[in-house]
């Protein structure tokens, strides 16, 4: 029962900005990041990669819009892991959805950090990420009725200027040139090329990661029964469209070669169509900050939403779980996500796991997070189509059960590929969850002595 005496969350978000949100989430994926893919897998073993993802998130969101609308509650997959399975597996998808967006910004704050070095060269980056962190953790204690219209403004910016990319680099498009050397290298398929494929699948999900998160927001949308499937729909059909013609056309406008080792794919891939002089690639280059912030801004939006259900719910100290009498929103999860934040990008010199820098490993940290809860999640969904099937459901997943099956073996797979790939950083994300999981349970286990 909702305890009315206590400060709500707001509820004023509609379908229009629930979309926002949702492609804001994932949009810095279309920027930079993914064309690490090409360097392991060529393009077209990445294309396989990035169809086979694809298919996973289609099939991952038509179903997982049906928990939101069954249970629209700012907890996400805490709350629908817990109705399925028990508090204690709602503790871990939990921890895991908490991993997958607490530690995705600190990379993408970064990004940020170095794009305004080179602008402004006096702005060291981790001082540009810090006041990046800074000003976005202020908007979301603003108000979310101030935050979702802020991220209104920079994703629909970033989704014009993805599309201005596409229509200038079109002329220089040659599928020829995107299938030379397509093979992890090679101009000819053979089956050592699958190793590479099986590599570059963490690219691929940055496409799409974090594209969930919305359901975080559900206590604070309007009529969300009716306004998350729109936007849920509405978003993954989006980045979808904007993430394959993003990554062709950028493929073929020259040797993807010189791209595929690149952090800013698109400014270097539009130079060589239009040349460096050209206001085209000027006003990229200072646009596509607009995808950076709304990415980082949105998923502080969703951070602070997971903590603060989690906290609410008993798997956090209960301070994390404070809202704002003032602004309706929750403040002290905000501080937590951004602090965080800040103390990884000031770490990022110094560790470093398997040779990687901590910029890459906490991108997987975040992936693993992510997949866990995916699977957790596909499973709560068959479980409650057994154990509650009175549930009110305004959403239905489509196929069902073949197209949640998809979306749950096609998880587990990913989480298989990825963490052969990367054994010490899975052994490390499985140690914090097990820790804070036991850490929760030990703790509830003392209380109740006393």
């Known amino acids: 029962m909702t305890d009315h005496s206590k400060p709500q969350l707001a509820k004023s978000l509609g379908p229009v900005q629930l979309w926002a949100i949702a492609v804001g989430l994932v949009i810095s994926g279309e920027y930079f990041g993914w064309s690490y893919g090409w360097a392991s897998a060529g393009t077209l073993g990445f294309l396989i990669a990035t169809i086979f993802v694809a298919l996973m998130y289609l099939a991952l969101i038509f179903s997982y819009t049906e928990l939101t609308t069954a249970m629209p509650k700012a907890g996400g997959p805490f709350v629908y892991v817990s109705a399925a399975f028990g508090h204690r597996a709602g503790l ?176 270097f891939a539009m130079k060589t169509v239009v040349g460096s002089h050209s206001p085209y690639l000027h006003m990229l280059v200072w646009l596509g900050l607009f995808g950076l912030v709304a990415s980082l801004h949105a998923i502080i939006m969703g951070c602070a939403r997971q903590i603060c259900a989690l906290a609410q719910g008993g798997g956090l100290p209960r301070w994390m779980g404070l809202v704002s009498p003032r602004f309706q929103t929750p403040y002290t999860s905000v501080l937590v996500c951004g602090g965080v934040g800040i103390l990884a990008i000031f770490s990022d010199d110094i560790v470093s796991f398997g040779g990687e820098s901590l910029t890459a490993s906490i991108v997987t940290l975040s992936v693993f997070g992510a997949l866990t809860m995916y699977i957790m999640t596909m499973a709560s969904l068959f479980k409650l189509r057994q154990i509650a099937p009175d549930m009110p459901r305004s959403w239905h997943a489509p196929g069902y059960p073949f197209i949640p099956a998809y979306a749950l073996l096609a998880t587990g797979l990913c989480l298989g590929l990825v963490g052969l790939q990367k054994p010490l950083l899975l052994g490390l994300y499985v140690s914090i969850i097990a820790l804070m999981t036991g850490g929760r349970l030990l703790f509830d286990r003392h209380m109740k002595r006393t």
């Open 92 to 267: 871990v998808a939990g921890y895991a959805s908490t991993a997958e967006f607490i530690f995705a910004p600190p990379a993408i704050a970064l990004a940020i950090g170095s794009y305004l070095h080179v602008q402004f060269p006096a702005l060291p980056p981790k001082a540009g990420a810090v006041m990046a962190y800074l000003l976005f953790m202020g908007v979301n204690i603003a108000g979310v009725q101030v935050a979702a219209s802020f991220e209104l403004i920079v994703t629909v910016a970033a989704i014009i200027e993805l599309f201005i990319f596409m229509g200038v680099v079109w002329p220089g498009f040659s599928w020829h040139r995107f299938v030379t050397h397509g093979w992890a290298g090679t101009d000819h398929f053979s089956w050592s090329v699958l190793g590479g494929i099986a590599a570059s699948v963490p690219f691929a999900i940055w496409f799409f990661l974090a594209i969930e998160g919305v359901a975080l927001t559900a206590e604070e949308a309007r009529s969300p029964r009716r306004t998350l499937p729109i936007a849920y729909i509405a978003a993954i059909v989006t980045l979808v469209l904007l993430s394959f013609g993003v990554m062709i056309l950028a493929g073929g406008v020259g040797d993807w070669r010189n791209l595929a080792n690149l952090n800013d794919p698109l400014p």
